[in-house]
């Protein structure tokens, strides 16, 4: 990817990842025969007058109906074109507005007397979903070049082997969940920092560091589950689970520890990597004084984010228990106590990584680390 160091060449990358994304865009709009399912383009769309709606907790919402005229895009019945109903709410909790080009799918019905008619069932959302993961794709060539597109075919790995990982999870009937996904995690990371750090020392000190505080973390949570008797783990907030719920959180709060001990491991090992080649004649205990300082100040703001994106994930159905006249004590049960126990999980990650990778990287970095 030299070319990507020119002016000239940077042009041409921006104009064919313009041209590359916008014959994406164009495709997923007349995709229509590719589908088994009805879909239907909306036309045109009647608003109704909103409707005032009271529950008996007394939350206020307002309903519209919308009658929409469209045109079938593929079947039997292509081109046919149909009027159907759909009422929307402003909260939109459980439904949505459509609008003129909204591509939706369908049910078709089809009477005794040959009338054909339909029912919205869901909108096809393949379009944005292609716009964005273009928009990732395009700014990590564009922007990271050889680094991004390291880091794009890592997260195409992961997501390849989590996907074969959960069907040999439903193929074992969850039985062996915790081995499945343990060694996944250990595959993960190695696959991870060796397609985005390459095969060097760097990347055995980070992996090391990685593993090694993920295995503490969750040795630690064993421990404390041990001796608290698990009080206060409600596993039977965990919705829509069709297996032993405690294998499966385990096995989810191992992987979410990975994560965020990964990040913290690779920011301060590559730091200090940096450090050791502009100053080479640091000592490993400057080199692990180092580590401890950079962990410090990166450490509280990954906890945060840890924080936040708890929040952003159980603040929608938290509401809406709330709003259903709950206490707070039930909705933290239901909906917040296991996500703060693996944000916890994980922050003991983040903790103990800090000391564990100065003292790694300090003990086996090179005396002098080649540029």
Do not use: C
């Amino acid at each position: 990817m030299h070319f990507l160091t020119t002016k000239r060449g940077r042009l041409w990358a921006w104009l064919v990842t313009l041209l590359i994304g916008g014959l994406l865009v164009w495709g997923t709009q007349h995709d229509a025969r590719i589908y088994h399912d009805p879909i239907l383009q909306v036309t045109q769309v009647k608003t109704g007058t909103p409707t005032k709606e009271t529950d008996d907790f007394h939350n206020v919402d307002r309903q519209t109906k919308q009658t929409l005229t469209g045109k079938l895009l593929n079947g039997s019945h292509r081109g046919r074109q149909l009027t159907i109903t759909n009422t929307y709410s402003q909260s939109g909790a459980m439904d949505q507005r459509y609008h003129v080009g909204s591509q939706l799918f369908v049910v078709l019905h089809t009477h005794a007397d040959g009338h054909l008619s339909a029912t919205a069932k869901d909108i096809k959302r393949d379009t944005p979903l292609v716009f964005m993961l273009w928009l990732v794709v395009g700014l990590l060539l564009l922007i990271m070049q050889f680094s991004g597109f390291m880091a794009f075919l890592s997260v195409a790995a992961n997501g390849v082997l989590f996907l074969l990982a959960i069907l040999l999870n439903g193929s074992t009937q969850g039985a062996q969940v915790l081995w499945i996904f343990g060694s996944l995690a250990v595959v993960f990371a190695a696959l991870t920092l060796w397609l985005v750090l390459g095969a060097n020392r760097q990347m055995v000190i980070t992996l090391a560091t990685t593993l090694g505080g993920t295995a503490f973390s969750i040795i630690v949570a064993l421990l404390v589950f041990h001796f608290t008797h698990e009080k206060g783990m409600y596993y039977e907030s965990m919705q829509y689970v069709t297996q032993l719920p405690r294998p499966l959180f385990l096995a989810e709060t191992l992987l979410g520890s990975l994560g965020a001990v990964m990040d913290e491991s690779t920011d301060i090992i590559s730091s200090l990597f940096a450090l050791k080649r502009e100053r080479p004649e640091l000592s490993a205990t400057q080199v692990f004084k180092s580590g401890r300082q950079i962990g410090s100040t990166i450490m509280g703001p990954l906890i945060n984010v840890l924080f936040f994106i708890f929040v952003a994930d159980t603040f929608p159905m938290a509401m809406l228990y709330l709003k259903n006249g709950n206490s707070w004590g039930y909705t933290f049960s239901m909906n917040m106590s296991m996500g703060v126990v693996q944000s916890l999980i994980s922050g003991i990650g983040i903790v103990l990584a800090v000391p564990l990778a100065s003292f790694l990287a300090s003990r086996f970095m090179e005396k002098k680390v080649m540029a």
